[in-house]
Structures are given as structure tokens and as C-alpha cells.
């Protein structure tokens, strides 16, 4: 079982407005992953959660603020987000923490965020 | 520096033909992993098959196959008797066994593959 839950599947906030993001997977993944991915666009990595520690930051904006708090859930919370982040949200996980960084990364199927 | 090229943006076939989707990597590091996955219209990454550099042997799955050649950098798919379903982008990706650069999947832009009945 490579499976990856993610709620919402689609979430419309407004610029003031204080939402959260969730994804879950129960395989034992030591290691959890936050992208936003724009249309036409590959994934780009946004944070990197190894054994529930934050291990990688690309340099994202304050106004996602991820949590990790336990080794089968990640949570990503959204505050006075920007139209231009609109995009669609994938978790994933691999098994090992980032001392095992090759391994596959099984994705969630995303959340659709609309900010208006 | 790690680069995955996929120079195929959009391809169109029609049901039955055989089609093969590019992929060229660059990097420095003489071990890396190199991944294939599909990505629907529904949103979701759906892993393929992951290749470690020092595998050069072909791999079939099915109508999948894949044809990675170390003295090009390239790491081919190729789909036999496509399907109305193989419709999606499929992404190329590498990621590197050490450094700083260690859990980061390096992404291709993808290729839009249309399988039209």
C-alpha cells in the first residue's frame, strides 16, 4: 500500500483568511515532502520533513508555515496567502529520513488551492 | 548541477501506436537515481519506476519499457499499443546519492501525452 491522503481536495480562500492543509500516509515514511506545483509547471519543492524534524526549507515564504506533528501526518498552514500562490499542492513521503534521500516518493493526489 | 531535459512538450498518437517520450539528464555525481512518473488530469504523481545509475539494463512492465543509456544521459519510456488512459504529463526526475542536494527530486518539464481514440 503507496498510499498518500490529502484534505481538502480543493479549498477557495481569501487573502485574510487563515486555512491548513493535510496529508497523511501510514506506510512508515520517515521522511515528508510539501510541492506547489503551477499548471504546465513541474513540482517544486517547498519544505522537507525528515524523522518529524524540518530538514529542508527552499527559501519559502513566512506565509506557509508547515508542521509536522507525528511521523504520519504533515500539515501546511496558510495565512494571508497571495493570488499568485494558487496552485495545486502535493505531499508525498519516502521511506528513510533524508539519509536515505533516493528513495521513491509516493505522492498524494493534491490540493487545488484558489486564492482570491 | 543537477538538469533534466524533456524536449518533448506535447505529443499526440492515436490509439494502438507505440510512442517513446525523451529524457536527458546532466550531472556531476558518477551515482543518482532516475524516476519516471505519470501525472493525469486528476493531479496526482503516480510513480513508474526508479533506476539506479549503475543499472543500465532495460526494464519492461507490461506495455512500459524503458531504455537507460549512461554514455547518453538519457533514460527513455516507451509505451507500446498506447491507450486512451496513458493520456497525462509524464515527468522525467533525478536525484543525487550525496550532498546537499541529497532527497531533492530534480524534475524534467514534463511531456503532455495525448492518446486519442
Known amino acids: 500500500d503507496t498510499e498518500v491522503t490529502q484534505t481538502p481536495k480543493h479549498l477557495v480562500m481569501g487573502m485574510t483568511n487563515k486555512k491548513s492543509l493535510k496529508c497523511e500516509q501510514h506506510?512508515?515514511?520517515?521522511?515528508m515532502y510539501w510541492y506547489k506545483q503551477k499548471a504546465k509547471k513541474p513540482p517544486e519543492l517547498m519544505f522537507v520533513?525528515?524523522?518529524?524534524?524540518?530538514?529542508i526549507n527552499e527559501s519559502v515564504p513566512s506565509r506557509f508555515s508547515p508542521e509536522c506533528p507525528n511521523s504520519s501526518l504533515l500539515n501546511l498552514h496558510l495565512h494571508a496567502l497571495q493570488p499568485e500562490d494558487s496552485a495545486l499542492y502535493l505531499c508525498?513521503?519516502?521511506?528513510?529520513?533524508?539519509?536515505?534521500?533516493?528513495?521513491?516518493?509516493?505522492f498524494g493526489p493534491g490540493t487545488r488551492l484558489t486564492v482570491l | 548541477a543537477q538538469k533534466v531535459t524533456q524536449a518533448q512538450t506535447e505529443i499526440s498518437v492515436v490509439e494502438k501506436e507505440d510512442v517513446t517520450l525523451d529524457c536527458v539528464y546532466e550531472?556531476?555525481?558518477?551515482?543518482?537515481?532516475l524516476f519516471w512518473y505519470k501525472q493525469p488530469p486528476s493531479g496526482e504523481l503516480v510513480f513508474l519506476i526508479r533506476?539506479?545509475?549503475?543499472?543500465?539494463q532495460n526494464e519492461i512492465s507490461g506495455r512500459y519499457s524503458w531504455n537507460f543509456q549512461k554514455s547518453t544521459s538519457s533514460f527513455n519510456f516507451t509505451i507500446t499499443a498506447s491507450q486512451v488512459v496513458d493520456s497525462a504529463v509524464y515527468f522525467c526526475?533525478?536525484?543525487?546519492?550525496?550532498?546537499?542536494?541529497?532527497?531533492?527530486?530534480?524534475f524534467g518539464r514534463g511531456t503532455q501525452l495525448t492518446v486519442w481514440p
Open positions: 533506476r539506479n545509475s549503475f543499472d543500465e
Open positions: 550531472t556531476r555525481d558518477t551515482t543518482y537515481y
Open positions: 506506510m512508515g515514511h520517515r521522511a
Open positions: 526526475a533525478l536525484t543525487p546519492t550525496r550532498g546537499s542536494t541529497l532527497g531533492r527530486l530534480y
Open positions: 508525498a513521503s519516502s521511506r528513510s529520513g533524508l539519509a536515505g534521500g533516493t528513495d521513491t516518493q509516493y
Open positions: 520533513y525528515s524523522y518529524e524534524k524540518l530538514s
